[in-house]
């Protein structure tokens, strides 16, 4: 017998199983690179849509703080509530805006709410969610106030946010006009 075999060209139990296992491996890696970019890409874009709310409510809360009506009476103003009368493009007649502070499912939200003095129609919604910390300001010339409970209107109004670890500040300016 002759005990020299030849090479039969084919792998050994232990090549195929390392290569099998090389190749779990690499496809375990591919799976968790691919799963974990896909959540953080859904953490961003969520970050991102809360920060464009956050930017039109700016926005809205800039236009309304500029079209107040200077009537210290239908003022009322504190940390966490803020409502006033303002004049709305198209409209012969201001509106009651509101802006309150309340507790919601994750941390505060911030409503929103309006009533018309003409007719008997009101709303409100939150404008903004999951907000960490926040309230307003009132400045009379010299110093910033959490309360409002002067005789004249204030010359400007700060609404200070904390959105994701972000704090924005947006003050504006109260025309006396």
Known sequence: MNNNRKFAGGFTLIEVLVTSLIVFLLFV?????????????AAVNSQMD??????????????DV???VPDIKSLQARADYLQMQVNLAGTPYPVKRTYAFKPGVQGLELWLGESSPLFDRQFAFPALEGIEDGAFSYYDGSDWYQAWDKDKMPEAILLKLTLNGVELSLPVKISHE
């Open 66 to 68: 500029e079209n107040i």
């Open 50 to 63: 809360q920060a464009e709310t956050a930017f039109m409510f700016f926005q809205q809360f800039y236009h």
């Open 29 to 41: 890696l591919i799976y968790q690179t691919y799963f974990t970019s896909q959540k953080v890409t």
